[in-house]
């Protein structure tokens, strides 16, 4: 395999990311890493999920030797990305919760920001309302049940649409939540459960995300690049459960039909 793009998560919500780099760079040779064995981070500290990436990407960098890093989880971005710049001598690219093109779209100057609950408390999350929303209300709620409802409906398991609609409600219901025409799905597991969220809402929502985004500035850093042979797909895990086996068919429709363990 030819020098890869890898793309990083702490589960399966990276695929959402993936689509739109295979749009841009067919040919491209993918290895997408799960951190099942850290998986969720949404729940952990900061220094856990610091510490934690820093190192999987050093390893990462050093058995791959990708041309490119792709951190497709909001998290681990707000969190860990200068980190991780500092240390690798490759090229990163991060997630950003879409709050400038909500705030494009939300003709109700109010904005719904879901994402973890890490996420959703960072400062960064600040500096972008303030940057690019500053005449909008923008209300925010972390679900870490909502990260692990996506990634049991691509193990084949579908959740109720009960239980989308309370993740809703911890945003909606707030004050002013009744305002809200424009939601920033900032984890990239939601995109993913997007159509259930739609069903579940009490009202039409315009849902938005940054994998487009991240798909065209990879292609940009990426242009005129080459690559030996045919495009493959690699999946590699951090730790081997049950629910493997579960996995593999959703993979493979990304795919990604090679599977590693680090």
Not at 43 to 65: D, F, N, Q, S
Not at 73 to 78: P, R, V
Not at 108 to 117: H, K, P, Q, Y
Not at 129 to 158: I, N, T, W
């Amino acid at each position: 395999m030819s020098q890869p793009i890898l793309i990083f998560d702490s589960g399966v919500g990276g695929l959402s990311v993936l689509g739109p780099i295979r749009e841009r760079l067919p040919r491209a040779p993918i290895v997408y890493v799960a951190d099942t064995g850290g998986f969720p981070y949404g729940t952990k500290t900061e220094m856990e999920v610091a510490t934690r990436v820093c190192a999987l990407l050093g390893r990462l960098t050093e058995r791959y030797r990708p041309r490119l890093i792709v951190i497709a989880c909001n998290t681990a971005s707000t969190i860990a990305l200068a980190h991780v710049r500092a240390a690798l001598e490759v090229p990163v690219v991060g997630t950003v919760p879409a709050i400038k093109p909500a705030a494009e779209t939300s003709t109700a100057r109010a904005i719904g920001v879901l994402g973890t609950e890490a996420t959703v408390r960072q400062p960064y999350v600040n500096r972008l309302a303030a940057d690019f929303a500053a005449d909008c209300l923008v209300l925010r709620h972390g679900s870490a049940k909502l990260v692990e409802m996506a990634e049991a409906e691509l193990r084949g398991r579908p959740q109720a649409l009960s239980d989308y609609a309370a993740v809703l409600a911890g945003l909606l219901d707030q004050p002013g939540g009744e305002r809200i025409d424009t939601v920033v799905l900032a984890c990239t597991h939601f995109p993913l459960v997007r159509d259930r969220l739609a069903a579940a809402s009490p009202r039409p929502l315009t849902f938005v995300d940054g994998a487009e985004g991240i798909g065209r500035r990879t292609a940009h850093l990426l242009a005129g690049a080459e690559w030996d042979g045919e495009a493959t797909g690699r999946a590699v895990l951090t730790s081997r459960n049950g629910e493997i086996d579960a996995l593999r068919p959703a993979l493979a429709r990304f795919g990604l039909t090679e599977l590693d363990y680090l």
